[in-house]
């Protein structure tokens, strides 16, 4: 049978507001802001979740958990992802890898990013050297470098045998 490989891509903002946890790439990040949104507002998670879903062609993250459903409010964004690499399973598709960039002024996501890995490769059941995960500070410009806000990208190759 034909080895089919499909790409996704994914990108997402979130607001950061004082105060609040700082949830990134499964782990809380120790800040004094954190991201604003319906659920735990992982903004790593929600690009990882919209890349895998747009290379199975299966709309978007907000399409499958709506952020008007009382249900998904403060949600842990791990659940939406272990969810999201169910529903590619269901049509036969296996995670190839992953690579992604957040966008954060500050604090350094480096020192995380080992301990993101390991916590996603555990929720997706894949191993970490699938999984990329850069960062970058945006040099002080736009809403990233005046931290107001974190974005982040990622792109996806998915594998049906
Ligand atoms: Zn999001």
Redesign the pocket.
């Known amino acids: 049978m034909k080895l089919k490989i499909r790409t996704g891509f994914g990108y997402?903002v979130?607001q950061l507001k004082e105060g609040l946890d700082f949830w990134l790439g499964g782990i809380r990040v120790p800040h004094t802001h954190g991201a604003l949104?319906h659920?735990d507002?992982d903004?790593l998670i929600?690009v990882i979740c919209d890349a895998l879903l747009g290379a199975a062609n299966m709309r978007d993250?907000g399409f499958h958990f709506s952020d008007k459903d009382p249900k998904y409010k403060g949600i842990d964004s791990k659940l939406l992802l272990k969810e999201v690499v169910h529903l590619l399973a269901l049509e036969g598709y296996e995670i190839g890898n992953i690579d992604s960039t957040v966008c954060l002024q500050e604090p350094k996501v480096n020192p995380h990013i080992p301990a993101m890995k390991t916590c996603l490769a555990e929720v997706m059941g894949i191993p970490e050297t699938d999984i990329s995960i850069k960062a970058t500070t945006t040099e002080h410009l736009g809403f990233v470098g005046k931290k107001e806000g974190v974005a982040a990208y990622a792109t996806v190759l998915i594998v049906k045998q």
């Open positions: 997402d979130h949104g659920s507002a903004v929600h993250i």
